[in-house]
C-alpha cells in the first residue's frame, strides 16, 4: 500500500461497535463482534490518516492537532480515531514489538510491561533502564480485566480485537468498560496476521506495517524528533543493505522453523517468509522470501511437519525463529544468549537423528539462531544486521555463533551509538 491509499473518512472505534457486521460502503470495518477464532493462538501494510477536527487530530504527516484543552485525537486501524485527554505517562503492552517502540522513543520509563524483547540482548548493552516487573496480562488462559486495572495506564498500546479474539469472556461492552474507567486502546495485532478473524476485519490490506504504527506511537507520546531520527536511520540502514545486495541471484534456500519445536521428538513447525507482519520484516527487507524452502509444501496445523518433510526441501540453511532468545527465562537461562543451550535443544538432536542427519545444513553446521519475531525499530535495526550476516557472510561478516549480535565495530551497519543517542534524546 503507498501513501496514497488512505481513508481520511476511517470511522472510529465506537463506530465500528455500533455498526458490527461487515464492511460498508466507503470502508466502514466490523469491530470486535461476529469473527471465528479458529487459527488463532497466543503466539501488509497500510495505514489510515485522519484529517484535522475541532478537536485536534492526527495528520498525514504523522503530527497531531492539538485542541484548547490540550486533548488531541490520533487515528489508526483497527481502532480508529482515538481522543487523548494528554499526553500519556503511563502505557501498557502486549506485544513486545509495541513495547520496543516505546523503548526505540526513549519512554522506557513509561512503559508498564512484564514482556519485553529478550532485554538483555538488545537493551542493556544501551544502558537502557526498563521495569518489567508487572503482573503479566496473560493470565488462566485469559486477559482479566483485574488485571488491567491493576495496571492502571493512561493508555493500552493493545489491539481490542486480540484480546477479544484470544479471550472468550470479553466482548465489546468489556472493551468500552476498560477504556471509560481506565484509559483507550490504541493498537493494533500486525505481527502476524493470518488468523480468521484477521482476515474477515481486512487486517492483510488495512493493518499498519511496524513503522506506519512507530509513527503512529510517536505521535501518541508526542516524540516528533525521535521518530525521525529512527525513520532516517531505516532508511539509511536499508539503503546501505540494499546496496551490497548480491545481484548473482545465488541465495541459499531456508527452512524457517519456530522455536516451539521439538527436534528431539521430531516435531517441526514451518513458517513462512512470505506472511504478513513485522515478524518477518528482516527478510522482507533482505529479499529473502523467494527463497523459502516451505514455499508451497503442506503441513499440519501451525505449519506442524516432521523430519521426512524437512529433508524433502532439505534447506541450505535452517533458521531457529527466536533462536537469538535461547537463553532467556522461557529456554531455562537468564537472558542472555546460550549457544551451548541452543546446540543442545536445536542442533544436537537433529545431528543424532537418523532422517535428520542427513540434512544439508546439519551436515554444513548451519542450523542458526535467528531474529526474534517481536521487533520495534531498535530490535528491528540490530536483527537487519544479524539476518544479512547469516546469509550473506562473504559481503556483511560472518556471524558469531557464540555471541551472534555482537558486531565489530568496522563491518556494523549501521552506527549502533546513534541508536543510544537517539534514545537518550541526543538527537
Known amino acids: 500500500m503507498t501513501d496514497d ?46 484529517s ?25 486501524f483497527p481502532v480508529g480515531e482515538v481522543e487523548f485527554e494528554s499526553v500519556p505517562e503511563a502505557v501498557t503492552t502486549y506485544n513486545m514489538g509495541w513495547a520496543d517502540m516505546v523503548v526505540s522513543l526513549g519512554q522506557a520509563d513509561k512503559l ?25 496480562l496473560w493470565q488462566d488462559g485469559g486477559i482479566p480485566k483485574e488485571v488491567l486495572y491493576e495496571h492502571d ?69 508526542d516524540e516528533r524528533a525521535r521518530t525521525e531520527a529512527w525513520l532516517d536511520l531505516h532508511e539509511d ?22 522455536s516451539g519445536s521439538s527436534p528431539e521428538n521430531g516435531e517441526f513447525y514451518a513458517l513462512y ?23 508451497g509444501v503442506e503441513t499440519g496445523q501451525y505449519g506442524k511437519t516432521d523430519y521426512e518433510t524437512l529433508l524433502e526441501v532439505d534447506p541450505d540453511v535452517i533458521v531457529v525463529h527466536w533462536g537469538v532468545t535461547t537463553g532467556s527465562v522461557t529456554f531455562g537461562g537468564d537472558g542472555a544468549f546460550d549457544a ?6 536445536f542442533v544436537a538432536p537433529m545431528e543424532n537423528d537418523e532422517v535428520g542427519s542427513q540434512l544439508t545444513a546439519v551436515e554444513e553446521g548451519r542450523v542458526v539462531p535467528g531474529p526474534t519475531a517481536e521487533q520495534g525499530p531498535l530490535v528491528n535495526a540490530f536483527q537487519t544486521e544479524l539476518t544479512a550476516r547469516l546469509f ?18 568496522n563491518e556494523q551497519l549501521f552506527d549502533h551509538q546513534r541508536v543510544a543517542d537517539i534514545v537518550n534524546g541526543d538527537i
Open 5 to 50: 491509499d488512505t481513508d481520511t473518512t476511517a470511522p472510529s472505534r465506537r463506530d465500528y461497535v455500533k455498526y458490527g457486521g461487515a464492511v460498508v460502503g466507503g470502508g466502514l470495518l466490523a469491530g470486535c463482534a461476529g469473527r471465528s477464532k479458529s487459527g488463532s493462538t497466543p503466539d501488509s501494510n497500510g495505514t489510515e490518516t485522519g
Open 52 to 76: 484535522t477536527n475541532e478537536t485536534g487530530s492526527s495528520t498525514d504527516d504523522g503530527s497531531a492537532d492539538t485542541a484548547e484543552d490540550g486533548s488531541y485525537s490520533v487515528e489508526m
Open 112 to 136: 508498564q510491561t512484564n514482556r519485553l524483547s529478550a532485554p538483555t540482548l538488545f537493551y542493556d548493552r544501551l544502558d537502557i533502564d526498563y521495569d518489567n516487573d508487572w503482573p503479566p
Open 153 to 221: 495506564p493512561d493508555a493500552f498500546l493493545i489491539d481490542p480485537n486480540l484480546i477479544q479474539a484470544w479471550d472468550d469472556n470479553w466482548d465489546d461492552s468489556d472493551v468500552e468498560e476498560i477504556e471509560s474507567n481506565v484509559g483507550p486502546f490504541f493498537g493494533c495485532h500486525n505481527r502476524r496476521i493470518r488468523s480468521d478473524w484477521q482476515q474477515e476485519m481486512g487486517y492483510p490490506e488495512r493493518a499498519p506495517s511496524m513503522l506506519e504504527a512507530f509513527e503512529k506511537v510517536g505521535t501518541v507520546l
Open 237 to 258: 540502514l536499508q539503503s546501505e543493505v540494499e546496496s551490497r545486495l548480491p545481484d548473482d541471484g545465488e541465495t541459499p534456500s531456508i527452512g524457517l522453523i519456530n
Open 273 to 295: 517468509l512470505e506472511d504478513n507482519g513485522y515478524e518477518m520484516k528482516p527478510y522482507r527487507d533482505l529479499g529473502l522470501v523467494g527463497a523459502d524452502a516451505f514455499a
Open 340 to 345: 551451548e543451550r541452543f546446540r543442545e535443544k
Open 392 to 409: 550473506y557472510p562473504e559481503e556483511f561478516g560472518e556471524v558469531d555463533t557464540e555471541a551472534p549480535l555482537d558486531v565489530p565495530e
